[in-house]
Protein backbone atom coordinates (compact mmCIF):
# COMPACT_ATOMS: atom_id res chain seq x y z
CA UNK A 1 0.00 0.00 0.00
CA UNK A 2 1.10 3.84 -0.70
CA UNK A 3 2.81 5.46 2.17
CA UNK A 4 0.34 7.87 3.66
CA UNK A 5 1.49 11.36 3.57
CA UNK A 6 3.58 13.07 6.16
CA UNK A 7 1.85 15.63 8.89
CA UNK A 8 2.33 19.51 7.34
CA UNK A 9 4.21 20.49 9.95
CA UNK A 10 6.79 17.10 9.85
CA UNK A 11 7.34 17.99 6.07
CA UNK A 12 8.55 21.42 7.28
CA UNK A 13 10.65 20.06 10.00
CA UNK A 14 12.36 17.58 7.53
CA UNK A 15 12.46 20.58 4.79
CA UNK A 16 13.29 23.48 6.64
CA UNK A 17 13.53 26.94 4.49
CA UNK A 18 16.91 28.57 3.85
CA UNK A 19 15.90 31.50 5.59
CA UNK A 20 15.12 29.45 8.53
CA UNK A 21 18.29 27.75 8.50
CA UNK A 22 19.75 30.70 8.15
CA UNK A 23 18.31 32.75 11.38
CA UNK A 24 18.75 29.80 13.45
CA UNK A 25 23.01 30.04 12.84
CA UNK A 26 22.65 33.32 13.37
CA UNK A 27 21.38 33.16 16.54
CA UNK A 28 23.28 29.92 17.24
CA UNK A 29 26.20 32.70 16.33
CA UNK A 30 24.89 35.11 18.33
CA UNK A 31 24.51 33.88 21.48
CA UNK A 32 27.95 31.88 21.47
CA UNK A 33 29.51 35.12 21.01
CA UNK A 34 27.70 36.94 23.49
CA UNK A 35 28.82 34.63 25.99
CA UNK A 36 32.34 34.40 25.09
CA UNK A 37 32.69 38.34 25.49
CA UNK A 38 30.89 38.11 28.52
CA UNK A 39 34.05 38.33 30.63
CA UNK A 40 33.15 40.96 33.37
CA UNK A 41 29.31 38.53 33.99
CA UNK A 42 30.80 37.41 37.36
CA UNK A 43 33.94 38.33 39.54
CA UNK A 44 35.20 34.68 38.58
CA UNK A 45 34.82 35.77 34.79
CA UNK A 46 38.28 35.89 32.76
CA UNK A 47 37.78 40.34 33.72
CA UNK A 48 35.96 39.55 36.88
CA UNK A 49 38.05 42.37 38.56
CA UNK A 50 37.20 45.30 36.16
CA UNK A 51 32.87 44.31 36.92
CA UNK A 52 32.53 47.25 39.22
CA UNK A 53 34.03 49.60 36.14
CA UNK A 54 31.57 47.63 34.12
CA UNK A 55 28.52 48.91 36.61
CA UNK A 56 29.68 52.60 36.47
CA UNK A 57 29.54 52.62 33.09
CA UNK A 58 26.38 50.96 33.40
CA UNK A 59 25.02 53.60 35.30
CA UNK A 60 26.49 56.58 33.11
CA UNK A 61 24.15 55.00 30.22
CA UNK A 62 20.82 54.24 32.85
CA UNK A 63 17.37 56.14 31.80
CA UNK A 64 16.85 57.60 35.55
CA UNK A 65 20.07 59.60 35.69
CA UNK A 66 19.63 60.85 32.44
CA UNK A 67 16.00 62.10 32.73
CA UNK A 68 16.56 63.16 36.24
CA UNK A 69 19.93 65.39 35.77
CA UNK A 70 17.86 66.86 32.04
CA UNK A 71 14.86 67.84 34.70
CA UNK A 72 16.75 69.51 36.85
CA UNK A 73 18.40 71.63 34.23
CA UNK A 74 15.37 72.09 32.53
CA UNK A 75 14.30 73.60 36.40
CA UNK A 76 17.68 75.91 36.69
CA UNK A 77 17.95 77.42 33.08
CA UNK A 78 17.26 80.75 33.09
CA UNK A 79 18.23 80.68 28.42
CA UNK A 80 15.68 80.58 26.66
CA UNK A 81 17.89 78.38 24.19
CA UNK A 82 19.38 76.11 26.91
CA UNK A 83 15.28 75.53 28.12
CA UNK A 84 14.73 74.65 24.05
CA UNK A 85 17.55 71.99 23.91
CA UNK A 86 16.78 70.35 27.56
CA UNK A 87 13.20 69.96 26.99
CA UNK A 88 13.75 68.49 23.95
CA UNK A 89 15.94 66.39 25.21
CA UNK A 90 13.76 65.35 27.97
CA UNK A 91 11.45 64.44 25.33
CA UNK A 92 14.25 62.03 23.36
CA UNK A 93 15.00 60.46 26.33
CA UNK A 94 11.26 59.93 27.46
CA UNK A 95 10.08 58.44 24.16
CA UNK A 96 13.38 56.00 24.17
CA UNK A 97 12.09 54.42 27.14
CA UNK A 98 8.70 54.09 26.44
CA UNK A 99 9.92 52.56 23.12
CA UNK A 100 12.07 50.54 24.64
CA UNK A 101 9.71 49.11 26.69
CA UNK A 102 7.06 48.65 23.78
CA UNK A 103 9.69 46.47 21.79
CA UNK A 104 10.79 44.32 24.61
CA UNK A 105 7.69 43.54 25.85
CA UNK A 106 6.49 42.74 22.11
CA UNK A 107 9.66 40.44 21.62
CA UNK A 108 10.12 39.41 25.09
CA UNK A 109 13.67 37.65 24.62
CA UNK A 110 15.04 36.48 27.74
CA UNK A 111 18.21 37.51 28.66
CA UNK A 112 21.55 36.24 28.48
CA UNK A 113 21.87 32.92 30.94
CA UNK A 114 25.19 34.12 32.23
CA UNK A 115 23.91 37.31 33.49
CA UNK A 116 23.28 38.20 37.14
CA UNK A 117 20.16 40.35 37.83
CA UNK A 118 21.80 42.63 39.99
CA UNK A 119 21.49 45.93 37.76
CA UNK A 120 20.53 49.45 38.73
CA UNK A 121 17.31 49.81 38.90
CA UNK A 122 14.29 47.59 37.10
CA UNK A 123 11.27 47.49 36.05
CA UNK A 124 9.40 44.51 35.01
CA UNK A 125 10.34 44.29 31.09
CA UNK A 126 14.25 44.72 32.15
CA UNK A 127 13.73 41.18 32.33
CA UNK A 128 13.93 40.84 28.69
CA UNK A 129 16.88 41.27 26.53
CA UNK A 130 15.68 42.96 23.16
CA UNK A 131 16.84 45.49 22.16
CA UNK A 132 19.75 46.85 24.90
CA UNK A 133 18.26 50.17 26.29
CA UNK A 134 21.78 51.50 27.21
CA UNK A 135 22.43 51.15 23.72
CA UNK A 136 19.83 52.88 22.49
CA UNK A 137 20.14 55.89 24.82
CA UNK A 138 23.85 55.97 23.94
CA UNK A 139 23.09 56.42 20.24
CA UNK A 140 20.17 59.00 20.83
CA UNK A 141 22.02 61.09 23.02
CA UNK A 142 25.70 61.27 21.01
CA UNK A 143 23.45 62.05 18.13
CA UNK A 144 21.21 64.81 19.99
CA UNK A 145 24.99 66.16 22.00
CA UNK A 146 26.80 66.79 18.53
CA UNK A 147 24.34 68.35 17.25
CA UNK A 148 23.06 70.62 19.13
CA UNK A 149 25.99 71.57 21.76
CA UNK A 150 29.26 73.35 20.73
CA UNK A 151 31.92 71.32 21.53
CA UNK A 152 35.51 71.24 21.20
CA UNK A 153 37.14 67.93 19.00
CA UNK A 154 38.25 66.10 21.99
CA UNK A 155 35.53 66.31 23.50
CA UNK A 156 33.06 65.22 20.65
CA UNK A 157 35.18 62.34 20.63
CA UNK A 158 34.41 61.19 23.84
CA UNK A 159 30.97 61.51 23.38
CA UNK A 160 31.20 59.12 20.69
CA UNK A 161 34.06 56.76 22.36
CA UNK A 162 31.49 57.61 25.60
CA UNK A 163 28.32 55.94 23.07
CA UNK A 164 30.34 52.84 22.05
CA UNK A 165 31.93 52.33 25.74
CA UNK A 166 28.42 51.74 27.13
CA UNK A 167 27.30 49.72 24.21
CA UNK A 168 30.26 47.00 24.39
CA UNK A 169 29.91 46.97 27.94
CA UNK A 170 26.37 45.58 27.72
CA UNK A 171 27.75 42.37 26.39
CA UNK A 172 30.98 42.44 28.49
CA UNK A 173 28.38 42.05 31.77
CA UNK A 174 26.43 39.80 30.45
CA UNK A 175 23.21 41.81 30.24
CA UNK A 176 22.71 41.55 26.57
CA UNK A 177 23.52 39.55 23.41
CA UNK A 178 25.24 40.93 20.29
CA UNK A 179 21.88 41.69 18.24
CA UNK A 180 20.24 43.23 21.48
CA UNK A 181 22.98 45.86 21.40
CA UNK A 182 23.34 46.43 17.51
CA UNK A 183 19.76 46.62 17.28
CA UNK A 184 19.57 49.05 20.23
CA UNK A 185 22.29 51.28 18.55
CA UNK A 186 20.30 51.12 15.06
CA UNK A 187 17.02 51.96 17.08
CA UNK A 188 18.59 55.19 19.12
CA UNK A 189 19.65 56.82 15.71
CA UNK A 190 16.99 56.20 14.47
CA UNK A 191 15.00 57.67 17.43
CA UNK A 192 17.13 60.95 17.06
CA UNK A 193 15.54 61.52 13.47
CA UNK A 194 11.78 61.70 15.03
CA UNK A 195 12.79 63.57 17.86
CA UNK A 196 14.21 66.20 15.15
CA UNK A 197 10.95 66.11 13.23
CA UNK A 198 9.08 66.44 16.17
CA UNK A 199 10.96 69.41 17.39
CA UNK A 200 9.54 71.31 20.51
CA UNK A 201 9.85 75.24 20.10
CA UNK A 202 7.76 78.04 21.53
CA UNK A 203 5.38 78.34 18.27
CA UNK A 204 4.42 74.70 17.80
CA UNK A 205 4.53 74.21 22.08
CA UNK A 206 3.80 77.47 23.92
CA UNK A 207 2.38 75.90 26.37
CA UNK A 208 5.10 73.44 27.43
CA UNK A 209 7.59 76.42 27.45
CA UNK A 210 5.20 78.72 29.51
CA UNK A 211 5.74 75.81 32.48
CA UNK A 212 9.10 77.27 32.64
Known amino acids: PAAAPLPEEDCMKLNPSFVGIALSSLLAI ?37 VLGTFYGLCQSDSSAAREVLLNLLFALL ?17 PTHNKMDMFVTISVDKYSFPSG ?18 AVPL ?24 DVLFGLVLGYALYSVVEHCWLSPLNAPALFALW
Open 156 to 179: RVLVVLWALIVSISRVMLGRHNMT
Open 95 to 111: LDLVMVAVVKGLVKRPR
Open 30 to 66: DLWASKRLGVCAGEGSAWGSARPLMKVIEVSGHGIPW
Open 134 to 151: HATRAALVCRFVLRHLVL
